[in-house]
């Protein structure tokens, strides 16, 4: 009996393998994770996937004690700070590798103050104008899909000309890359005006075609004339004094000039607020000079570079004499030319009194130790904070100046 039994079992078991087989319980969809063949079929699919780009453009003071592309810590290989001790921004040794596939891996390298060889976020803009075109176009309205064209191709053409700003010649890619494709994987550079003649393209579009609001600190047209104003004046001036290009050159000055008027002409800004409200302030939002901002909050983002601003933080690379004489005097002329009294003079005390008031928001009017020059500079941090070491009062220093729980905003873009 029991052997009827056991072969019963054992039939029965072997139909639920073949049941379960055919019921495909486990070929069930990821509950938790994004799939290609079901996504980008809606706005909030393709605002989500661009928020990755809003940290890595718009880096501000970075995040916790991460430094790379951050004010101050970021960019330490320059001719306007001096270094104490070992020059902490040249290798020792030949590094293994200077290349990387990886979204994370494309820091902003001190060594050479550049990007690196890294096609990552590319990839990652070309991805999602291929969506939009075979997927997204069909789903959402006319206008969003030109809006979120323009959002990818704004990040692709500043990636690119992260790249040529570093590189030169590049190669192109204006569509996803298979990695079956060698010849694609390893095509030779292309020429940086050809490059740079498809970022002009994109930055074109991008004004043409993204929303002039699409809420508080997302890309609007206003954001994208700021970036654009910026690439094109950095390739306009690059070919006119590197290249020798007049043609080149005013093609890009003058489309900066016209981007650069978007902003100047809306009427949105002004310049009636202090300089140093654009770095140490808690929240930048409504302020009336501010085009772009990257806010930070105790609990969901801090950083770590008002505590290099506080006054008891060292400051191994600080500002030297060269970038001193580059702040212009109190009437608007260089020392050199300014009649105001003792503006040849480079005590800190009277730089303070006698230079442009930017000069008295970035730096202690005093000569501090903890500045490799001393010259300590106080800007990203607010007025309260820097008076802690002006009172001798360090030591009741609030936790917000200290380590990585700073919360100050800073203005990425603005109107000044």
Request: hydrophobic share 35%; with cysteine; net charge negative.
């Amino acid at each position: 009996m029991k052997k009827y039994i056991l072969i019963a079992l054992t039939l029965a078991y072997s139909a639920m393998l073949f049941v379960s087989c055919d019921d495909s319980i486990l070929d069930r969809p990821d509950q938790t994770k994004f799939t290609d063949d079901k996504f980008w079929r809606s706005e909030s699919d393709l605002r989500l996937y661009s928020n990755e780009f809003y940290p890595q453009y718009f880096t501000g003071y970075n995040s916790s004690y991460s430094t790379p592309w951050a004010m101050l810590r970021g960019y330490a290989f320059s001719d306007n700070v001096v270094t104490s001790g070992k020059q902490s921004s040249f290798p020792s040794s030949l590094p293994n590798d200077l290349g990387s596939t990886s979204l994370q891996g494309a820091d902003w390298r001190t060594q050479w103050q550049g990007q690196m060889w890294n096609f990552a976020w590319v990839r990652k803009c070309n991805i999602m104008l291929d969506r939009l075109e075979n997927v997204s176009k069909s789903t959402i309205t006319d206008e969003a899909y030109k809006h979120w064209t323009a959002v990818a191709r704004l990040f692709r053409a500043w990636e690119y000309h992260r790249l040529v700003i570093t590189f030169g010649d590049v190669p192109y890619y204006d569509a996803p890359v298979s990695d079956a494709d060698p010849d694609d994987l390893f095509k030779a550079r292309t020429p940086r005006d050809e490059v740079m003649g498809h970022v002009f393209d994109d930055l074109q579009y991008a004004l043409a075609n993204v929303r002039e609001n699409d809420g508080n600190l997302s890309v609007n047209r206003d954001i994208v004339a700021a970036v654009a104003s910026r690439i094109l004046l950095f390739e306009g001036t690059w070919q006119k004094y590197h290249n020798s290009n007049t043609t080149l050159a005013k093609k890009y000055l003058d489309a900066c000039v016209s981007a650069s008027e978007i902003v100047m002409n809306s009427g949105k800004y002004s310049c009636t607020m202090p300089f140093r409200t654009l770095f140490g302030s808690d929240n930048l939002a409504g302020h009336p000079g501010v085009i772009m901002y990257r806010h930070y909050a105790d609990g969901e983002v801090t950083h770590c570079i008002a505590s290099y601003s506080n006054g008891e933080e060292g400051n191994s690379a600080a500002g030297n004499l060269s970038l001193i004489k580059a702040f212009i005097c109190n009437d608007g002329k260089t020392y050199q030319n300014s009649t105001v009294a003792d503006a040849d003079k480079f005590d800190v005390p009277t730089l303070a009194k006698t230079r442009d008031s930017r000069f008295e928001a970035t730096f202690f009017n005093f000569p501090h130790i903890k500045s490799s020059s001393l010259l300590c500079q106080d800007k990203f941090i607010s007025r309260e904070g820097a008076n802690y070491v002006r009172e001798d009062n360090l030591a009741n220093l609030p936790s917000k100046y200290m380590s990585n729980t700073n919360t100050n905003d800073l203005c990425i873009f603005y109107f000044f």
